[in-house]
């Protein structure tokens, strides 16, 4: 519990002295880094012609280690988003393999979006692309459902909201077992625009997995960690953005005594001029 409040602590500080410190923000410097936090979704979809590339990277104190990559596609404006995400997974249980995961197909609309205010529901279908039988994905097509809410609280402060779940018909564990199984995660990101290229954040998220188990009999776990962080942008003068981040995942409550590392790196860019 000491440790992970002074970590915390360790990451606002800049936040904090950043807003006594720094005189206010003049107009033209007032634009956000709208990217997505570490794991929260912020509801800022893609700009007309302009694509994401995202690389995440994430290793656990039990040396459990998972790096995804996730393109994001603008159809072919803000409204609509397409985009898929490919994960390669490293488990220890049941018998310690690494491979592909199950890859998902996303669909975001862009239900609101105003400088105070951005909602954008998302939609995606996950296809069994892991092998069930080595731990790594579950043999059967699964849906996911997600809200993000992205809030300017004030001048230098922006709140990102997350809460969706997660429906695996016929679940297959690595023995063979099938179920329905269920999934709930909810959280959120609070980030301090100390300028357009620094961000101090702090995220929390809390999540309730259903498990097959031999036999038909499902367990459920639930995790919670708070991930205090920051994260940069680089802006090339061909347009190219660059944003590098970097947290210290920390298990809270049931997760209490977890603890790794979280990379994170985008490249944004456009790709064909846009008439809107």
């Not at 440790?3 to 500080?13: D, E, G, M, S, V």
């Not at 988003?81 to 490919?86: A, D, F, G, K, V």
């Not at 959120?188 to 809390?206: D, G, R």
Request: proline share 6%; aromatic share 12%.
């Amino acid at each position: 519990m000491q440790n992970y409040i002074k970590i915390t602590i360790a990451f606002l500080l800049p936040a904090l002295f950043a807003y006594f410190l720094i005189p206010p923000l003049h107009a033209e410097e007032l634009k956000r880094i709208e990217d997505n936090s570490f794991f929260i979704e912020e509801a800022y979809n893609q700009e007309p012609g302009v694509i994401q590339h995202i690389q995440t990277f994430q290793y656990m104190k039990d040396k459990t280690w998972e790096t995804t990559f996730t393109q994001e596609w603008p159809v072919p404006g803000i409204t609509h988003q397409l985009s898929y995400t490919i994960p390669v997974t490293h488990v220890i249980a049941p018998r310690g393999a690494t491979g592909l995961g199950d890859l998902l197909l996303n669909y975001r609309y862009q239900l609101i979006r105003r400088d105070e205010l951005a909602v954008s529901p998302r939609l995606s279908l996950i296809l069994p692309t892991g092998n069930s039988n080595r731990g790594l994905g579950t043999n059967s097509v699964g849906f996911q459902f997600n809200m993000p809410l992205s809030v300017l609280l004030a001048e230098r402060w922006v709140m990102h909201w997350n809460m969706g779940t997660t429906l695996t018909p016929y679940n297959q564990e690595s023995g063979g077992t099938r179920a329905d199984t269920y999934d709930f995660f909810s959280g959120a990101s609070l980030i301090f625009i100390a300028s357009s290229h620094i961000n101090p954040m702090i995220e929390f998220l809390w999540e309730s997995n259903e498990s097959v188990l031999a036999g038909s009999a499902k367990v459920r776990e639930d995790t919670a960690f708070v991930n205090p962080g920051l994260r940069f942008a680089i802006n090339c003068k061909s347009g190219l953005q660059i944003v590098p981040a970097v947290t210290l995942p920390l298990g809270i409550g049931p997760s209490r005594g977890e603890y790794g590392i979280f990379g994170y790196i985008s490249f944004e860019h456009s790709l064909w001029k846009s008439s809107e």
